[in-house]
């Protein structure tokens, strides 16, 4: 949860769960779809190579031009066919992107460009199942509105997706699909979250 003073939305209210995931001794972090840069730059406190990747160009400017972007690497480009090297990162992670692209192949290459020991950390949105999950969604309005009451809203700038293509249900299967042993949580504030560690 964002320290009180801080800016606020349902994506910042998650990036505890990211920052938590980082594997001692992390020495490289990718942030995929990292918009105008706040959990790279989040990221930077903690691990001395961080890059961010993001198809958007005015948001990759915003990311660059942000007088705490310190030296966190930007990408101007699409995380699924950027020619990373395979293996290289000790975290791959990713806040509200993944409903972006087509999950199953995205998750993959994340899996890939993983080292041995590496962790995978996603928080993401999907789509909610009615009537099922409507005392969650009624419950989660009532805290949302109070906490941008005592906290305000920060509105990120950089392009959304609505809505999401897969449900939680689904997101929950295709990753334990292809993260076997993936610790999936799913979160009040309409967003889910993702944790592996890739196997030695
Ligand atoms: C809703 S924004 C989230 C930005 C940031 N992670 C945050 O939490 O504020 C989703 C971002 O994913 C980016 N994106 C979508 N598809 C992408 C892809 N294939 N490769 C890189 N970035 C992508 C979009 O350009 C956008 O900036």
Not at 51 to 56: R, V
Request: hydrophobic fraction near 40%; aromatic fraction near 8%; glycine fraction near 8%.
């Amino acid at each position: 949860m964002a320290p009180k003073g801080e800016r606020w939305n349902h994506n910042l209210h998650y990036h505890r769960v990211i920052l938590d995931a980082v594997p001692s001794g992390c020495e490289s972090a990718l942030d995929v779809g990292c918009g105008e840069g706040t959990l790279a730059r989040q990221l930077r406190r903690l691990v001395p190579h961080v890059t961010g990747i993001d198809l958007d160009q005015a948001s990759i400017d915003l990311a660059r031009r942000n007088p705490d972007t310190g030296d966190v690497d930007y990408i101007d480009g699409d995380f699924l066919t950027h020619r990373f090297e395979p293996a290289l990162f000790d975290l791959v992670a990713s806040v509200a992107s993944l409903h972006h692209m087509e999950a199953g192949p995205a998750l993959e290459r994340m899996r890939d460009l993983l080292r041995p020991g590496g962790v995978l950390a996603v928080v993401g949105l999907a789509r909610a199942e009615y009537p099922a999950d409507l005392p969650l969604d009624l419950t989660a309005a009532v805290v949302s509105r109070m906490r941008r009451l005592s906290r305000g809203w920060w509105e990120h700038p950089s392009p959304v997706a609505w809505p999401p293509p897969e449900t939680f249900h689904g997101m929950e299967d295709l990753a334990a699909a292809i993260l076997p042993g993936v610790r999936y949580r799913r979160h009040l504030l309409w967003r889910y979250s993702l944790v592996w560690v890739k196997n030695s």
